[in-house]
Structure formats: structure tokens, C-alpha cells
């Protein structure tokens, strides 16, 4: 074989003027918000929440207050009732006890049954 032999190929050369330029940056379309949009956001939603929040701790603090006061202002009404009771209660154990004891010359109702003579007359109702 000699060297002056035409080759039996076709060399694949680039094009005149060569290639045209590769697209390789990405052209991704527009998705939405930006993240320091979406942080914003999320601050004044939960902003929003807490102050929403706070009205409601003011409203229950306000509510418990008001309860309490009214507790406060019934007491002296709900311990004379109960005085009353309790004196009813008492002069009615009082009648029963003499009525019971009435054979008893010397038994005072009402008077402790531990009584003992110590000089001073006992309170009895």
C-alpha cells in the first residue's frame, strides 16, 4: 500500500462559520412569590394572630374581674342569709332539746352539756 492513496472516508468537519452558540443558562419561568415576600407575610399573619390573641387574654382577664367583683359584692348578702339560717337552725335545736328535757328542773337548752361553774353566767340563745 502506498501513502499516496486517496483515504476511503469523509472527515465530519464543523460548518463554515461554525456552531451557533449552546443554550446552557436556565430560563426557568416565574413561580410565585419571593422567599423575603413569603417571610413577610408569614411575620404579619402571625403578627396579626398574636395581637388577635391578646384581645382575647384582655376580654377573659376582663370577664374574670368582673366575676370576681360580683362574688365579692354577694358576700355580705349570702352570710346574712346564712346567719339566718344558722340562728333558725339553732332555735329550732334549742325548742326540740327543752321539749325533750322538760322533765329536767335545772336543764337549760342550749347550754353546753360540759358546763362547769366558773363564776360567769354562759351567753345562752
Known amino acids: 500500500m502506498s501513502l499516496d492513496m486517496p483515504l476511503a472516508y469523509n472527515q465530519d468537519l464543523p460548518p463554515a462559520g461554525g456552531f451557533e452558540t449552546l443554550k446552557y443558562k436556565r430560563s426557568l419561568p416565574y413561580r410565585g412569590p419571593s422567599g423575603a415576600v413569603l417571610l413577610m407575610a408569614t411575620i404579619g399573619i402571625c403578627g396579626y394572630g398574636f395581637y388577635r390573641y391578646g384581645l382575647g387574654v ?65 351567753k345562752v340563745l
Open 58 to 122: 384582655n376580654e377573659r382577664r376582663e370577664l374574670q374581674r368582673e366575676k370576681m367583683w360580683s362574688r365579692i359584692h354577694l358576700i355580705p348578702l349570702l352570710e346574712a342569709e346564712h346567719d339566718r339560717d344558722e340562728y333558725r337552725r339553732k332555735f329550732a335545736e334549742n325548742a326540740v332539746e327543752g321539749a325533750i328535757m322538760s322533765r329536767h328542773k335545772n336543764w337549760k337548752a342550749g347550754r353546753s352539756v360540759y358546763f362547769y361553774d366558773r363564776g360567769d353566767d354562759e
